[in-house]
Protein backbone atom coordinates (compact mmCIF):
# COMPACT_ATOMS: atom_id res chain seq x y z
CA UNK A 1 0.00 0.00 0.00
CA UNK A 2 1.78 3.21 -0.47
CA UNK A 3 0.61 7.04 -1.18
CA UNK A 4 1.24 10.35 -1.83
CA UNK A 5 0.34 13.59 -0.16
CA UNK A 6 0.95 17.39 -1.06
CA UNK A 7 0.59 19.44 1.85
CA UNK A 8 0.02 23.18 0.91
CA UNK A 9 0.58 25.74 4.17
CA UNK A 10 -0.74 28.87 5.08
CA UNK A 11 3.39 30.33 4.23
CA UNK A 12 6.60 29.16 3.68
CA UNK A 13 7.37 29.87 7.60
CA UNK A 14 4.63 27.10 8.66
CA UNK A 15 6.81 24.66 5.92
CA UNK A 16 10.52 25.42 7.38
CA UNK A 17 8.84 25.09 10.86
CA UNK A 18 7.38 21.34 10.32
CA UNK A 19 10.36 20.50 8.13
CA UNK A 20 13.03 21.82 10.91
CA UNK A 21 11.14 19.23 13.14
CA UNK A 22 10.97 16.33 10.91
CA UNK A 23 14.56 17.02 10.20
CA UNK A 24 15.45 17.15 14.18
CA UNK A 25 13.20 13.49 14.46
CA UNK A 26 15.51 11.94 11.34
CA UNK A 27 18.98 13.14 13.21
CA UNK A 28 18.01 12.41 17.17
CA UNK A 29 15.94 8.66 16.36
CA UNK A 30 18.01 6.85 13.36
CA UNK A 31 17.74 4.22 16.43
CA UNK A 32 15.36 3.80 19.52
CA UNK A 33 13.95 1.00 21.40
CA UNK A 34 9.63 0.80 21.39
CA UNK A 35 9.16 -2.88 22.28
CA UNK A 36 12.00 -3.99 20.63
CA UNK A 37 14.85 -2.39 18.79
CA UNK A 38 13.61 0.58 16.32
CA UNK A 39 14.65 3.20 14.24
CA UNK A 40 14.62 5.21 11.01
CA UNK A 41 17.06 4.61 8.46
CA UNK A 42 17.11 8.14 6.97
CA UNK A 43 18.61 10.50 4.09
CA UNK A 44 18.25 14.27 4.08
CA UNK A 45 19.13 16.00 1.08
CA UNK A 46 19.51 19.77 1.02
CA UNK A 47 20.65 21.89 3.55
CA UNK A 48 17.50 23.03 5.50
CA UNK A 49 16.83 26.14 2.85
CA UNK A 50 14.34 26.27 0.42
CA UNK A 51 14.33 23.05 -1.12
CA UNK A 52 15.35 19.78 1.17
CA UNK A 53 14.26 16.47 1.50
CA UNK A 54 14.41 13.27 3.73
CA UNK A 55 13.43 10.01 3.09
CA UNK A 56 14.03 6.64 4.52
CA UNK A 57 12.97 3.34 5.91
CA UNK A 58 11.11 3.58 9.70
CA UNK A 59 11.10 0.06 11.38
CA UNK A 60 8.74 -0.35 14.11
CA UNK A 61 9.83 -3.14 16.83
CA UNK A 62 7.23 -5.04 18.46
CA UNK A 63 7.13 -7.94 20.87
CA UNK A 64 5.70 -10.17 18.47
CA UNK A 65 7.22 -8.93 15.13
CA UNK A 66 8.54 -5.70 13.22
CA UNK A 67 6.89 -3.27 11.05
CA UNK A 68 8.75 -1.21 7.87
CA UNK A 69 7.54 1.47 6.02
CA UNK A 70 9.21 3.79 3.52
CA UNK A 71 8.62 7.33 4.05
CA UNK A 72 9.58 10.52 2.29
CA UNK A 73 9.25 14.47 2.55
CA UNK A 74 10.13 17.04 0.67
CA UNK A 75 9.73 20.84 0.76
CA UNK A 76 9.24 23.47 -1.25
CA UNK A 77 8.22 27.35 -1.09
CA UNK A 78 4.53 26.87 1.30
CA UNK A 79 4.42 22.99 0.16
CA UNK A 80 5.37 19.55 1.30
CA UNK A 81 5.09 16.33 -0.07
CA UNK A 82 5.10 13.34 1.62
CA UNK A 83 5.57 9.76 0.51
CA UNK A 84 4.57 6.60 1.92
CA UNK A 85 4.70 3.10 1.20
CA UNK A 86 4.43 -0.50 3.38
CA UNK A 87 7.84 -2.12 3.34
CA UNK A 88 6.82 -5.44 5.11
CA UNK A 89 7.10 -7.32 2.16
CA UNK A 90 11.39 -7.32 3.00
CA UNK A 91 11.81 -4.35 -0.05
CA UNK A 92 14.30 -1.58 0.41
CA UNK A 93 14.65 1.60 -1.43
CA UNK A 94 18.14 4.14 -2.17
CA UNK A 95 17.04 6.10 0.45
CA UNK A 96 19.50 8.94 -1.08
CA UNK A 97 17.93 8.69 -4.30
CA UNK A 98 14.28 8.65 -3.10
CA UNK A 99 14.91 12.09 -1.21
CA UNK A 100 16.73 13.84 -4.30
CA UNK A 101 14.18 12.33 -6.82
CA UNK A 102 11.42 13.95 -4.42
CA UNK A 103 13.21 17.17 -4.29
CA UNK A 104 13.95 17.55 -7.91
CA UNK A 105 10.51 16.59 -8.65
CA UNK A 106 9.04 18.92 -6.37
CA UNK A 107 10.92 21.62 -7.95
CA UNK A 108 9.87 20.87 -11.50
CA UNK A 109 6.23 21.14 -10.25
CA UNK A 110 6.65 24.24 -8.45
CA UNK A 111 8.44 25.86 -11.35
CA UNK A 112 5.38 24.55 -13.76
CA UNK A 113 2.56 26.55 -11.12
CA UNK A 114 4.53 29.49 -11.20
CA UNK A 115 4.75 29.54 -15.02
CA UNK A 116 0.44 28.67 -15.03
CA UNK A 117 0.29 31.64 -12.42
CA UNK A 118 2.32 34.07 -14.15
CA UNK A 119 0.37 33.46 -17.50
CA UNK A 120 -3.23 33.26 -15.29
CA UNK A 121 -2.40 35.14 -12.40
CA UNK A 122 -5.58 34.38 -9.27
CA UNK A 123 -8.01 37.43 -9.00
CA UNK A 124 -7.56 40.09 -6.33
CA UNK A 125 -9.45 38.98 -3.28
CA UNK A 126 -12.36 41.68 -2.87
CA UNK A 127 -13.13 43.49 0.34
CA UNK A 128 -15.63 41.68 2.44
CA UNK A 129 -19.14 43.98 2.30
CA UNK A 130 -21.58 43.13 4.57
CA UNK A 131 -25.23 42.83 2.45
CA UNK A 132 -28.47 44.33 3.85
CA UNK A 133 -29.54 42.97 7.37
CA UNK A 134 -33.19 44.19 6.49
CA UNK A 135 -33.32 41.61 3.30
CA UNK A 136 -34.95 38.37 3.92
CA UNK A 137 -32.45 35.90 5.22
CA UNK A 138 -33.18 33.71 1.67
CA UNK A 139 -31.67 36.08 0.08
CA UNK A 140 -28.35 36.60 1.83
CA UNK A 141 -25.41 35.39 -0.09
CA UNK A 142 -23.02 32.95 0.64
CA UNK A 143 -19.54 33.64 -0.07
CA UNK A 144 -16.27 33.40 1.25
CA UNK A 145 -16.44 36.40 2.32
CA UNK A 146 -19.36 37.39 4.35
CA UNK A 147 -23.24 35.56 4.47
CA UNK A 148 -25.53 38.55 4.11
CA UNK A 149 -24.37 41.01 6.69
CA UNK A 150 -22.32 38.86 8.40
CA UNK A 151 -18.69 39.32 7.37
CA UNK A 152 -16.21 36.56 8.14
CA UNK A 153 -13.47 38.18 10.09
CA UNK A 154 -15.11 40.57 12.36
CA UNK A 155 -15.61 40.54 15.79
CA UNK A 156 -18.02 38.19 16.84
CA UNK A 157 -19.81 41.04 18.75
CA UNK A 158 -20.28 42.56 15.67
CA UNK A 159 -21.36 40.22 13.96
CA UNK A 160 -24.08 38.94 16.60
CA UNK A 161 -25.11 42.66 16.42
CA UNK A 162 -25.31 42.81 12.62
CA UNK A 163 -28.95 41.72 12.24
CA UNK A 164 -30.86 43.95 14.31
CA UNK A 165 -34.06 41.58 16.10
CA UNK A 166 -31.87 38.66 15.92
CA UNK A 167 -31.84 36.12 18.54
CA UNK A 168 -28.52 34.81 19.52
CA UNK A 169 -27.89 31.55 21.17
CA UNK A 170 -24.86 31.17 22.73
CA UNK A 171 -22.52 27.54 22.49
CA UNK A 172 -23.55 25.02 25.38
CA UNK A 173 -19.78 23.70 24.63
CA UNK A 174 -16.85 25.00 23.35
CA UNK A 175 -16.07 24.11 19.40
CA UNK A 176 -19.75 24.36 19.11
CA UNK A 177 -21.19 27.42 16.82
CA UNK A 178 -23.37 30.31 17.98
CA UNK A 179 -26.86 29.98 16.98
CA UNK A 180 -28.32 33.63 14.80
CA UNK A 181 -32.30 33.01 14.65
CA UNK A 182 -34.64 35.59 12.42
CA UNK A 183 -36.45 37.48 14.56
CA UNK A 184 -39.60 35.31 13.12
CA UNK A 185 -37.83 31.93 13.73
CA UNK A 186 -37.68 31.31 9.87
CA UNK A 187 -34.44 30.86 9.82
CA UNK A 188 -30.65 30.32 11.54
CA UNK A 189 -27.16 30.42 10.63
CA UNK A 190 -24.74 29.10 12.79
CA UNK A 191 -21.75 31.17 13.30
CA UNK A 192 -18.11 29.47 14.24
CA UNK A 193 -15.12 31.66 15.57
CA UNK A 194 -11.54 30.86 15.20
CA UNK A 195 -9.87 29.41 18.12
CA UNK A 196 -9.99 32.76 20.07
CA UNK A 197 -13.53 32.49 20.06
CA UNK A 198 -13.94 35.96 19.45
CA UNK A 199 -13.62 36.16 15.83
CA UNK A 200 -16.07 34.94 12.63
CA UNK A 201 -14.27 31.67 11.50
CA UNK A 202 -16.69 30.37 9.38
CA UNK A 203 -20.70 30.34 8.57
CA UNK A 204 -22.72 27.13 8.17
CA UNK A 205 -26.39 27.14 7.22
CA UNK A 206 -28.80 23.48 7.78
CA UNK A 207 -27.29 20.36 9.02
CA UNK A 208 -24.08 21.02 11.02
CA UNK A 209 -23.92 17.55 12.84
CA UNK A 210 -24.72 19.49 15.83
CA UNK A 211 -26.48 18.42 18.92
CA UNK A 212 -29.87 20.45 19.21
CA UNK A 213 -28.63 22.30 16.11
CA UNK A 214 -32.25 24.23 14.99
CA UNK A 215 -34.47 22.78 11.31
CA UNK A 216 -35.28 25.15 8.90
CA UNK A 217 -36.48 24.83 5.20
CA UNK A 218 -33.73 25.03 2.73
CA UNK A 219 -36.09 28.11 1.19
CA UNK A 220 -35.52 29.95 3.84
CA UNK A 221 -31.79 29.98 4.12
CA UNK A 222 -29.05 32.26 2.38
CA UNK A 223 -27.91 30.40 -0.56
CA UNK A 224 -24.49 29.83 -2.28
CA UNK A 225 -24.26 30.62 -5.44
CA UNK A 226 -27.61 29.70 -6.03
CA UNK A 227 -27.41 26.68 -4.08
CA UNK A 228 -29.34 26.14 -0.98
CA UNK A 229 -30.25 22.80 0.95
CA UNK A 230 -32.43 20.53 0.18
CA UNK A 231 -30.95 20.79 -3.61
CA UNK A 232 -29.21 18.20 -5.76
CA UNK A 233 -25.56 17.56 -5.31
CA UNK A 234 -25.11 17.53 -8.96
CA UNK A 235 -26.16 21.20 -8.87
CA UNK A 236 -23.58 22.23 -6.58
CA UNK A 237 -21.19 20.59 -8.78
CA UNK A 238 -22.15 22.36 -11.90
CA UNK A 239 -22.06 25.86 -9.79
CA UNK A 240 -18.36 24.94 -8.25
CA UNK A 241 -16.64 22.54 -10.93
CA UNK A 242 -13.27 21.03 -10.11
CA UNK A 243 -14.17 20.78 -6.41
CA UNK A 244 -13.84 17.45 -3.94
CA UNK A 245 -15.76 14.80 -2.92
CA UNK A 246 -15.04 13.53 0.57
CA UNK A 247 -16.44 10.96 2.77
CA UNK A 248 -15.19 10.79 6.35
CA UNK A 249 -15.64 7.34 6.87
CA UNK A 250 -15.71 7.67 10.73
CA UNK A 251 -18.76 9.81 11.47
CA UNK A 252 -20.50 9.05 8.13
CA UNK A 253 -20.35 12.13 6.66
CA UNK A 254 -20.22 13.53 2.94
CA UNK A 255 -19.27 16.57 1.17
CA UNK A 256 -18.67 18.50 -2.09
CA UNK A 257 -15.91 20.62 -1.31
CA UNK A 258 -15.20 23.75 -3.18
CA UNK A 259 -11.75 26.20 -2.86
CA UNK A 260 -10.75 29.57 -4.90
CA UNK A 261 -7.50 30.51 -5.43
CA UNK A 262 -7.03 33.11 -3.01
CA UNK A 263 -7.96 30.52 0.29
CA UNK A 264 -12.09 30.79 0.63
CA UNK A 265 -13.74 27.39 0.94
CA UNK A 266 -17.37 26.56 0.03
CA UNK A 267 -18.14 23.14 1.35
CA UNK A 268 -21.58 21.17 0.74
CA UNK A 269 -23.03 18.53 3.42
CA UNK A 270 -24.79 16.02 1.36
CA UNK A 271 -27.44 13.14 2.89
CA UNK A 272 -25.06 10.44 0.90
CA UNK A 273 -21.87 9.81 -1.12
CA UNK A 274 -22.11 13.14 -3.39
CA UNK A 275 -21.41 11.18 -6.49
CA UNK A 276 -24.69 9.01 -6.02
CA UNK A 277 -27.51 11.24 -8.66
CA UNK A 278 -29.98 11.24 -5.84
CA UNK A 279 -27.48 13.02 -3.35
CA UNK A 280 -28.77 15.96 -2.12
CA UNK A 281 -27.26 19.21 -0.05
CA UNK A 282 -28.20 19.27 3.58
CA UNK A 283 -25.98 21.65 4.85
CA UNK A 284 -23.54 24.54 3.64
CA UNK A 285 -20.53 26.01 4.98
CA UNK A 286 -18.03 28.91 4.02
CA UNK A 287 -15.18 30.17 5.09
CA UNK A 288 -11.69 32.07 4.47
CA UNK A 289 -9.09 29.91 5.33
CA UNK A 290 -6.79 32.40 5.28
CA UNK A 291 -8.22 33.71 8.57
CA UNK A 292 -7.86 30.48 10.04
CA UNK A 293 -4.45 29.96 12.44
CA UNK A 294 -1.74 27.43 10.90
CA UNK A 295 -2.17 24.02 12.56
CA UNK A 296 0.87 23.50 15.42
CA UNK A 297 3.33 20.38 15.00
CA UNK A 298 5.00 18.71 17.94
Known sequence: MGRLHVLQFADEAHVAARMDQLRAATEQCPSYVLERESGFDAEIVGDGGDAQAIAGTLTVGYVDGEWKYHKG??????????????????STIDAAAVAEMLREH???ARDALVSQLTANPPASSETPTAGDPSAPWSAWEMSTAAVGP???????DTALAAVPGARA????????????????????????????GERV??????????YGEPVHDGSSLPAAGGIRVGDPVSAAVTAFPEGTFVTV???GEFFYDFATRDGGAVSFRTDRDPTDPAAVVTGIGVEDAKLSAPAVFG
Do not use: C, H, K
Request: proline share 3%; aromatic share 8%.
Open 150 to 156: IVLGSDL
Open 201 to 210: GSVTVGVSNV
Open 106 to 108: SGS
Open 73 to 90: YASMGNVIVELFQTGIDG
Open 169 to 196: VEPEWSGSPWWLTAADGSASVGIWTDES
Open 249 to 251: IAS
